[in-house]
């Protein structure tokens, strides 16, 4: 199992266990972090948009250039940007940060 921290724009925190292979857009629904995933994971939306925490950017596979494209259309982008639907999760990822902005929620 992969454990994911997923910090919410109010400052609160939930956590998510999934199996290897799930990817972040699905930890989130684990956790019942309402992103919005509007594409459902086909890279059509950007609604998936997370933040990755610092410490764990540099241990994610470097992002393709259609999900780089679809990143430019991200509200509150930031360097540390990726989308959730495109991060696989393995164990090597086991108690990833994540930080959710409030423009990726759907109540957001
Ligand atoms: S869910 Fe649409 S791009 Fe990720």
Redesign the pocket.
Known sequence: MVEILFRLPDGSERRAHVAAGSTL?EASRDARVELE????????????HVRIDDAWFDRLPVPSPEEED?LDLAPDWQPTSR????IALDESLSGIVVHVPKSSLLDG
């Open positions: 857009l995933g509007a594409c459902g994971g086909s890279m059509a939306c950007a609604t998936c679809m989308l959730g639907c495109q």
